[in-house]
C-alpha cells in the first residue's frame, strides 16, 4: 500500500493510499474510542442507506479504516468556485442538497430515538460524487437537533472565505427561505442555533 497524499486532518492522519492498483483512502485514528465509535456508526448508517463511502477493511490493532475513494471534491470547494463565478443559484442548490443530506441523517432510526445529530458541520465533511452528497467523518456525533445541525451548517458556510461576503448573505436568506417553508425547523430554533455556532467560531478563532 503506497501513500500518495495525505489529507488535511486535525484529529487524525488521513491518506490517499493506492492498494491493488486502485485509490482508498486510509484513515488511522489517534483515540481507540473515536476508531469504536465511528465504526458503529458506519455500521449503522449504512444499513439505513445513507450515502457514505464503503468501509473495505477495518484494523483495531492500528485503529486504522480502509474506505473506497470517490474522489475529494468537497463542498468547500465548490461554494468557493460558486462565489468567484457569482453563481448564487448553485450554490443555494448545493447548501440545500446538504441540508437533503441532513435530513435523512435525522431520520435514520437510531439517529432519531437517540435524539443525536451530525454536530460537526465543516462543510470538508460533505463530497460531491455523481452530482450526489456523500457524508464523512462520524466521531462527533452526539446529542442535539436537525435544527442545531441545519444552524451550525450554515454559520460555517458564513465564515469561509470571504468571511459574510454580500453573496454569502444573499445565497443565506435564499437557502432559509427554502428550509424555513418545509416547517421541519421553528425559525426561532434555526436563528437560536445559527447564531450560537457563529458565536463559537468567533471564540474559536478569536475574531472580536
Known sequence: MDIVKRFKSKKNNVYLVKNNGDFKVLKKY???NN??????FYEILKLEKIRIPNVIKENIEEKSMLFEYIGYKTAV??????ELESNEDDCVKLILKIYGWLKDFHAVPYIKENKLCFFDLSLRHFIIYRDEIYGIDFESITEGSLSLDVGRMLAMY???DKIKSDFKLKVLEKVKEQILAEEL???EDLYYS?????EMIKIRRDIH
Do not use: G, H, Q, V
Request: charged share 45%; net charge negative.
Open 185 to 187: 425547523i421553528r425559525p
Open 35 to 40: 476508531f469504536e465509535k465511528e465504526k458503529s
Open 158 to 160: 458564513l465564515y469561509y
Open 194 to 198: 445559527l447564531r450560537r455556532e457563529e
Open 77 to 82: 470547494e465548490m461554494i468557493e468556485n460558486f
Open 30 to 32: 489517534s483515540d481507540i
